[in-house]
C-alpha cells in the first residue's frame, strides 16, 4: 500500500517557506504523495500554487489535490491550471476534485452554494470531455487523472462515470471502508475498463510536543460541527501504531494509497511519519 503525505497548507501560521521544504523532505523519505487541500474562507496557502512550488524542487514524489473544491472555479479554469500543473511536473500531478461542504467557501468566491452538485457534474463531464481530445485548445499539454471525493451515492457514480478513480473522506476505516464495494460495482456497471484508483485520508500527530498544537487545530478545524468536533479530536491517530492500524484497516478494505494530512505545522512530522511506517 503507498503512503502519501499533506501539506500543511490549511494549518494557521504555516509559512511560505515550510510548503515547499515539506515537499523536499517527503521526497527525501520515500512517501509516494504529497498533496495538499483546499478551504477558500479559512487562513492557508491554495492547494494549486502550494503544488507548482513543489514540482520545481522536486523530481519523483506524485503531486495531488485532496481534495479541491471544484465549484468555486469554471470548468475552464480548472482544466487550463491542471494541465499546467501535469506540464510543470512532467505528469506527476492527479487532480482530486469534491463539490465542497462549506457554504461560506462559496459566498467568498461569489458562487452558488445549493447548484454546487449540478456545477460539478458539468464540470467532470467537461475535464472527461477534453482528456479524451489530443491537444484540447487552449491547453498545454494532457489533463492529469482525476480522483472524485465523497461518501455519497452520487459521489460514486462520479467516480465511476468521469473520474479516473474514488478519494474517501477523512473518516474512521469502518465508515469508509464499504463504500469500496459501491465504487467497484459501479465502475463495473459503468462498463469502465481496468479498476479505479482508491485513496484514503487521515488526519494525524506524532509527538507530545505538538499535541496541544495539534488537538486545538481540529478542534477549530470542524468548530463548524459544534460539539461533535471534539469527537474528530478523540479519533485523530497520534501513536505510531495507531497509525500502522490504520493503514493496515484500509489496505484490508482495498485503498491503494493512504494520505495523512498533519495537524502540526512542523517538519519534524514528516520524519516522525516516515519512522512509523516507511523504515
Excluded: C
Excluded at 474514488?166 to 464499504?178: F, N
Aim: no cysteine; proline share 7%; charged share 20%.
Amino acid at each position: 500500500m503507498k503512503i502519501g503525505i499533506a501539506f500543511p497548507n490549511t494549518i494557521p501560521g504555516a509559512s511560505g517557506r515550510l510548503q515547499w521544504q515539506w515537499a523536499v523532505r517527503a521526497e527525501e523519505r520515500g512517501f509516494s504523495t504529497v498533496a495538499a487541500t483546499h478551504r477558500l474562507r479559512y487562513p492557508g496557502h491554495e492547494p494549486l500554487p502550494v503544488l507548482a512550488a513543489a514540482a520545481a524542487v522536486t523530481s519523483r514524489i506524485g503531486l495531488a489535490t485532496n481534495i479541491l473544491v471544484a465549484p468555486l472555479t469554471t470548468a475552464e479554469v480548472l482544466a487550463k491550471e491542471a494541465a499546467t500543473l501535469a506540464s510543470l511536473s512532467g505528469g506527476r500531478f492527479v487532480l482530486g476534485l469534491g463539490p465542497g461542504v462549506r457554504s461560506d467557501d462559496f459566498t467568498a468566491a461569489g458562487r452558488d452554494f445549493g447548484g454546487r452538485a449540478r456545477v460539478f457534474e458539468e464540470q467532470l463531464a467537461e475535464l472527461a470531455r477534453l482528456r479524451g481530445k489530443d491537444g484540447a485548445p487552449g491547453l498545454p499539454g494532457p489533463l492529469p487523472p482525476v480522483l472524485v471525493g465523497g461518501l455519497s451515492e452520487h459521489a460514486v457514480r462520479r467516480a465511476a462515470r468521469w473520474g479516473d478513480g474514488w478519494t474517501a473522506p477523512g473518516l474512521d476505516p469502518a465508515l469508509v471502508a464499504p463504500t469500496v464495494r459501491r465504487v467497484h460495482e459501479e465502475w463495473a456497471a459503468a462498463g469502465r475498463e481496468g479498476r479505479p484508483r482508491l485513496v484514503a485520508l487521515s488526519r494525524f500527530w506524532l509527538g507530545e510536543d505538538v499535541a496541544e498544537e495539534a488537538a486545538g487545530f481540529v478542534r477549530d478545524y470542524f468548530g463548524v460541527l459544534g460539539d461533535e468536533a471534539e469527537s474528530f479530536v478523540a479519533r485523530t491517530p497520534r501513536s505510531p501504531g495507531q497509525i500502522r492500524e490504520q493503514i493496515a484497516e484500509l489496505a484490508a478494505a482495498g485503498f491503494d494509497e493512504v494520505v495523512f494530512h498533519p495537524t502540526a505545522a512542523h517538519l519534524s512530522q514528516v520524519d516522525r511519519l516516515a519512522d512509523a511506517v516507511l523504515s
